[in-house]
């Protein structure tokens, strides 16, 4: 499952051999998972991984690895807990997009800490708990995922999010009533006001939140599909999932997952129904006019 060479561990664990081996030396220091006296750790990992990326069942692991439905059980969780001490490590830490930045789409959008949105996952939830399980997701332009809940936004800096939410501090959200969606600007149609200039550009940096949904769920069946484990089980394998994209991401210079993935060009959000909170604000709503005239002016000027 993952000796036999780099093509059949991504088969099975969706990441090669040395950021496998890189993440059992991870979860053995920093995540406390040890081997047991019938088991090594890494197929306990191998274990763990497969599961998530195929949500295969109980019975059909106990014969790929010949173990009881007790023994995955446990091993499943032991691994599911220190993947999770791994938090600190593997979660991102936003930055704001640099002054100097010289990125195409993000150098538009200074001080910006990536783009927000939210994503269903089917989860089996008991009567009792069922007000509203949801996942906020935030991204870096890296496509690194940086926090799966609360959300702080530091003074002075902001988020893009889609048309559905509010423009206000600290939430950067696209005009509406005018064209946004990628496909709206091929065939040569080019931006004619400020405001379309800004709706494209925030279109294209919003983009990569939609990609890594894309990833995530493309490479962790597990999310794809209703899980029966307990709620609380089903939102730790969530995290767990979110992290295990950023070591890959860290370790393997090319994911062939990423390559597969055809480029998302909607520029809506993937889901309709998300946290959309926020107060408007005459200031905010001026700053966001003065950022699509300076964006407009710089590009006019320097395409004559």
């Known amino acids: 499952m993952v000796f036999n060479g780099d093509l059949e561990c991504l088969e099975n664990t969706r990441m090669d051999r040395h950021s496998f ?31 998530v990326a195929h949500d295969v069942k109980n ?16 091993q499943f969780n032991k691994v599911l807990n220190s993947i999770i001490r791994l938090y600190d ?3 991102e830490k936003p930055e704001p997009v640099p002054e100097d930045s010289t990125d195409s789409v993000w150098k538009w959008f200074k001080n910006c800490l990536g783009a927000l949105d939210g994503t269903y996952i089917k989860v089996n939830v008991l009567a ?15 496509m690194l995922v940086f926090r799966t809940n609360g959300l702080r936004v530091p003074k002075g800096f902001y988020y893009l999010c889609d048309a559905g939410y509010t423009n206000g501090e600290g939430f950067l959200a696209p005009y509406r009533a005018e064209r946004y969606h990628l496909n709206e600007w091929t ?7 400020p405001r379309e200039f800004f709706n494209m550009k925030h279109c294209l940096a919003r983009n990569v939140i939609e ?37 890959i991401r ?29 107060e408007t604000s005459d200031i905010w709503s001026t700053w966001r006019d003065d950022l699509a005239k300076e964006m407009f002016n710089k590009w006019r000027g320097a395409r004559h």
């Open 128 to 142: 009792e708990d069922r007000p509203r399980v949801q996942l906020l997701t935030l991204e870096s332009f890296e």
């Open 89 to 91: 490590d593997l979660l």
């Open 211 to 247: 990609r890594c949904f894309g990833l995530l769920k493309g490479r962790w069946a597990i999310l794809r599909t209703k899980s029966f484990y307990p709620v609380k089980i089903q939102c730790r394998i969530i995290t767990a999932c979110c992290l295990l994209h950023n070591h």
């Open 187 to 193: 065939e040569g149609h080019q931006p004619n006001t």
């Open 21 to 51: 081996h890189r993440l059992c030396d991870m979860l053995k220091t920093t995540g406390r998972l040890s081997a047991t006296r019938n088991m090594n750790v890494e197929e306990m990992v191998a274990m763990f991984l497969h599961i």
């Open 59 to 74: 019975r059909v692991i106990k014969r790929q690895f010949a173990r009881s439905g007790e023994t995955i059980s446990r």
């Open 250 to 278: 860290r370790e393997m210079p090319i994911d062939p997952l990423e390559n597969e993935l055809s480029e998302v060009t909607s520029g809506q959000g993937l889901d309709g129904d998300v946290i959309r909170y926020v």
